[in-house]
């Protein structure tokens, strides 16, 4: 088991060591031109614009939802001594769930990045307003992908035979991100590595002291 912790520490930490310079590639270059050519090509269509315009934010009623359900799932299961996988992927996301979302939104604080809608409409605000809590500047990274990442990592931790669904959901929610606009590129790429990272860290922390409890 360490030997496979550490094999995926060093994966993430490689992978971390080229989003960075990915990240500010996209933060210079791609993210405006992506942001504009969904505004000039996806949003010159009237139907996409009334489709996009004022979709509700459901990620808070997700995340109680998939905490206040895997609670009771646990409660239930391991209350009768049933300790299969199914059991301990609720176990994972009763702290997975609202740690992401705090998580996200101590983020979204520090690094104070003005989302997409808002910069263009102010195109001369782009850019990180670090620690300054103003209002539309809460893009970097995105939280939609965030929690949403984390929840599926969690699953398919247990379930590996989900991995495809789950990340072709994980590309469809990026790429809806930015084709509404919601977010730049980066905001999702950054947000989806942060939830594989977050996601571990939640596993390790639940799992890791269990065992060495039983020990």
Avoid at 185 to 196: P, Q, R
Wanted: with cysteine; proline share 4%; aromatic share 14%.
């Amino acid at each position: 088991m360490t030997d496979v912790n550490d094999r995926t520490s060093r994966r993430l930490a490689a992978i971390g060591a080229l989003l960075v310079p990915w990240t500010v590639l996209c933060v210079f270059y791609l993210d405006i031109p992506v942001a504009v050519f969904v505004r000039d090509y996806l949003y010159a269509n009237r139907h996409w614009v009334r489709a996009t315009a004022e979709l509700p934010d459901l990620l808070l009623a997700v995340v109680v939802v998939a905490t206040v359900g895997s609670c009771l799932l646990y409660l239930f299961r391991y209350g009768r001594g049933i300790l299969d996988r199914a059991t301990m992927l609720a176990k994972e996301v009763v702290w997975l769930a609202p740690v992401s979302y705090l998580v996200k939104a101590l983020l979204k604080i520090a690094f104070g990045r003005s989302n997409t809608r808002y910069w263009l409409h102010e195109p001369g605000d782009y850019g990180f307003h670090w620690f300054q809590m103003k209002e539309y500047c809460d893009g970097f990274p995105s939280g939609h992908m965030l929690v949403i990442v984390a929840l599926l990592a969690a699953v398919w931790r247990f379930y590996p035979e989900s991995r495809p669904i789950g990340i072709v959901t994980a590309i469809l929610l990026a790429a809806a991100l930015v084709a509404t606009n919601y977010h730049f590129l980066s905001d999702v790429v950054v947000g989806a590595y942060l939830a594989i990272l977050l996601e571990v860290m939640v596993s390790r922390l639940i799992f890791c002291r269990r065992r060495t409890s039983a020990n």
